[in-house]
């Protein structure tokens, strides 16, 4: 088979997704039967657009350069195919002479790639199709983690850590807002920059538990009389019991094209809880951020164990292409105290499926993370986590007015 590869890149930018381009760009260059290699702009879109950059002719230090580099080097979509949009997608791949297309990003982007790997085998088109993984919500299944996760999660350890340390000098209520519609994977990693007893977060909210406003408060309360302050991480897909996510309480809320209540994005559901928090509980300083899309492409929170894995998941997907003889998802499996293989798994097995944080990563009080998933996480956010120190409260200087006054 002799042909053209083509890369798209759809969904969330992450930090590290250019790696996965870059590598599989790079590793095509091995392959005689390798004509070229295109990159879509603009995901999906561009296929249908047949908006193509030839990738064969940027050097070598350019794809480098770009690999270092977070966010979607050739763009990204929303855009959710049906049938008929995949069918577009396949006729200009069919038109392009393209044998192998490799599609990375997230449970979306599976399914497409599933789809047009079909309509090529009802059409006896030898092409093989390939999904790289990339999410920041880690909720991929068959994958122990997905690239964009480790980078994302150390963004969000570090942020905590800053907030609470801001917390601690200016005591009251913090509360920050981080991704996650389904899982709670990025939010529960707020929980590993912890060091002392009454360090922050104090309270982990996660959309595997069903969320109680009256519980929420009396958590806050409880924490607040105690310490004198509490630091709080929710995740935005925080739902009731019925299932409905929290956010649509909010007189505010907004909902995207395809119907989806949109989440962190607005800011909504932090100003509705710290409002909560106020009326409630009668707390003066309360303060709340909803970190939005600071979480996926922030350049100074780079995993370098993330950076490696998303690299070797494009270079991978390229040998699987053109040295296999089915499509599939490449999926990371974690091996030994910490190793991880590559292996290539039916896409029907993972187009538009979700994992979800499992039990056993969240504490029985259901407001904070296991012990379990501090063990999981900790080799994900790579090397070089900051460290942070405190004066000793405790050498207090004796008052002498006081005792003056009561002598």
């Not at 092409?127 to 880690?138: E, L, Q």
């Not at 809320?253 to 962190?264: C, K, M, Q, T």
């Amino acid at each position: 088979m002799n042909g053209k590869v083509l890369i798209a890149q759809g969904g969330g930018p992450t930090a590290v997704i250019n790696q996965s381009l870059a590598g599989a760009a790079l590793e095509a260059r091995n392959y005689d039967q390798i004509d070229a290699v295109y990159g879509a702009l603009y995901g999906v879109r561009g296929i249908v657009d047949e908006a193509f950059v030839d990738l064969s002719n940027e050097s070598v230090a350019t794809l480098e350069a770009v690999a270092a580099t977070p966010s979607s080097a050739l763009g990204s979509t929303r855009d959710k195919p049906d049938d008929a949009y995949c069918q577009a997608i396949f006729r200009s791949l069919k038109a392009h002479n393209i044998r192998w297309f490799l599609y990375i990003g997230g449970n979306d982007s599976s399914d497409v790639v599933r789809i047009v790997s079909e309509q090529a085998k009802a059409e006896d088109y030898q092409m093989r199709a390939i999904h790289i993984p990339k999410t920041i919500d880690n909720d991929l299944v068959c994958n122990d983690h997905t690239p964009g996760y480790g980078s994302a999660a150390r963004f969000v350890t570090q942020a905590f850590m800053g907030a609470d340390l801001d917390n601690r000098s200016l005591p009251g209520v913090y509360i920050g807002i981080v991704m996650g519609r389904h899982a709670g994977f990025l939010t529960a990693a707020a929980g590993f920059g912890r060091h002392m007893p009454d360090d922050g977060p104090h309270l982990i909210f996660l959309p595997e538990r069903a969320f109680d406003a009256q519980a929420f408060l009396a958590d806050v309360r409880r924490v607040h009389d105690h310490l004198g302050r509490c630091v709080i991480a929710v995740s935005e897909g925080i739902h009731d019991g019925s299932g409905t996510p929290f956010v649509t309480h909010a007189r505010q809320a907004e909902y995207d094209p395809h119907g989806n209540v949109l989440l962190s994005g607005t800011g909504a559901l932090a100003d509705m809880l710290a409002n909560q928090v106020k009326v409630n509980l009668g707390i003066a300083r309360v303060r709340a951020d909803t970190f939005g899309y600071l979480q996926r492409s922030f350049a100074g929170c780079i995993s370098d164990v993330d950076q490696r894995e998303a690299r070797q998941a494009g270079e991978h997907a390229l040998r699987f292409a053109v040295a296999g003889d089915t499509d599939g998802s490449v999926t990371i499996r974690r091996t030994g105290d910490y190793a991880v293989s590559f292996e290539l798994t039916p896409l029907e097995d993972v187009a538009g499926k979700t994992r979800i944080m499992p039990d056993e990563y969240i504490a029985a009080s259901g407001t904070d993370v296991s012990e379990a998933f501090l063990t999981y996480l900790r080799p994900l956010l790579g090397s070089g986590l900051p460290t942070v120190s405190r004066i000793d409260s405790d050498h207090r200087v004796k008052r002498i007015l006081a005792e003056t006054e009561r002598g």
